[in-house]
């Protein structure tokens, strides 16, 4: 859309110059009222000029077109701030909590694929990589906070997704609030809770999540983890699409179709891709990394570029790649971190446990997007943004 506007803009102005040059070599010939009146050109542009854009006349037609606008916008304002969303029905949903299968599905997803207790859990910036609490798994707390200098559009708290604050949820409303973002009230989520990766997940992969959320222990709440996002980012938030598209693992036919799989579920692109604005991901530099994270014990790390390029994975083979994550099952790598030191937010800890099968299909996934030349510096002692263009 705004491409084409933009054509449209190059259209009229190159027009209106091509007028004045064809005006102005009539002129150069002739006065300007014996133009007029010898050249038809001349005679249809003085029309224009005295019986069309004379000020009375555009005080009316821009005093109607502002009346106009008003109602138009202010009708879309009433709509999305009290139509929107349109809250689907809490859909019907049949989970075993005691399929051991299930259980054991979820709680992988849960705990090393789609890290969910990565975020509703206190973590230890102190260490490298952020692991969780775990005597305080799934309590929430304090998320990326634009107080505290990150790329968000308020102050964020992740809820208790223990028992103590879904255990009057029903499956199908955690379910819906999964896959649509709409919570149990009618009210909605902000993007930093997936559910638009979710609404793409094999329906069953959901309700292993929610089988095995329900067995976690119940951790107190805290009433002060509320989540305040902007009002324009929440009129934003209102108006998107939540019609969830299942992909299912049966279709899955190839490494590379698994790999797109994990890499949505596993959030890559919330960290690893640009954003175009807002929370829009810009699609010509998907995954190509760069994304500056504020570190609290000082300094600032950037997100990896995760394309093919050279800049990026390129040089990495599998094998390589696959290393990388199972290093991390070394305690000592995740090391305690003094001030100023390189830390990073990156989840080892949690993505370490995947499945070998698992990251080689994400591998295979990476080497087919599009390759994108982004050098990430990974750590730097000051902010780099507005001073790096990687193009």
């Not at 084409?4 to 027009?15: E, G, K, N």
């Not at 009316?60 to 969303?85: D, N, Q, W």
């Not at 979820?106 to 990589?129: I, K, M, Q």
């Not at 299942?246 to 036919?253: A, R």
């Amino acid at each position: 859309m705004i491409k084409i506007l933009i054509a449209i803009s190059i259209i009229v102005v190159f027009s209106v110059l091509l007028v004045l040059k064809r005006a102005l070599s009539i002129l150069q010939e002739k006065q300007y009222h014996q133009a007029v009146e010898h050249h038809f050109f001349m005679e249809v542009l003085d029309k224009i000029f005295n019986h069309f854009l004379i000020w009375t006349l555009w005080r009316k037609i821009l005093t109607k077109t502002t009346v106009v606008l008003l109602v138009m916008f202010g009708s879309l304002f009433l709509y999305v701030r009290y139509e929107l969303p349109v809250v689907p029905k809490v859909p019907d949903v049949l989970i075993d909590h005691n399929d051991t299968v299930l259980l054991k599905r979820g709680a992988y997803l849960v705990e090393n694929v789609a890290t969910c207790t990565d975020c509703h859990s206190p973590r230890d910036v102190h260490f490298y990589s952020w692991p969780l609490v775990d005597e305080q798994k799934g309590a929430g707390g304090e998320f990326l906070s634009k107080s505290k200098g990150f790329d968000f559009p308020g102050e964020s708290f992740t809820p208790n997704i223990t028992p103590t604050n879904l255990g009057n949820w029903t499956d199908g409303e955690v379910y819906r609030l999964l896959t649509t973002g709409i919570r149990k009230d009618g009210s909605t989520v902000y993007h930093a809770m997936p559910f638009m990766a979710f609404s793409h997940a094999d329906p069953n992969d959901i309700k292993a999540i929610i089988a095995y959320i329900r067995t976690l222990k119940p951790q107190p709440k805290n009433p002060a983890s509320v989540t305040k996002v902007d009002y324009l980012t929440t009129l934003y938030n209102r108006a998107i699409s939540r019609k969830p598209s299942p992909v299912y693992l049966k279709d899955l036919k190839t490494k590379i179709d698994s790999g797109r799989y994990l890499v949505n579920m596993a959030g890559c692109n919330d960290c690893h891709s640009p954003k175009k604005f807002g929370d829009v991901f810009d699609k010509e530099k998907l995954l190509s990394g760069g994304i500056e994270f504020p570190m609290p014990t000082g300094g600032y790390t950037h997100s990896a570029n995760l394309t093919p390029d050279e800049s990026g994975l390129g040089p990495w083979s599998e094998e390589a790649f696959v290393a990388k994550f199972k290093s991390y099952n070394d305690a000592g790598m995740i090391q305690k971190i003094e001030p100023g030191m390189y830390s990073s937010l990156m989840p080892w800890y949690a993505f370490r446990k995947m499945t070998d099968r698992d990251l080689k299909s994400i591998y295979a996934y990476l080497r087919t997007i599009k390759p994108i030349y982004n050098p990430v510096v990974k750590f730097t002692k000051q902010s780099t943004k507005g001073k790096v263009d990687p193009e």
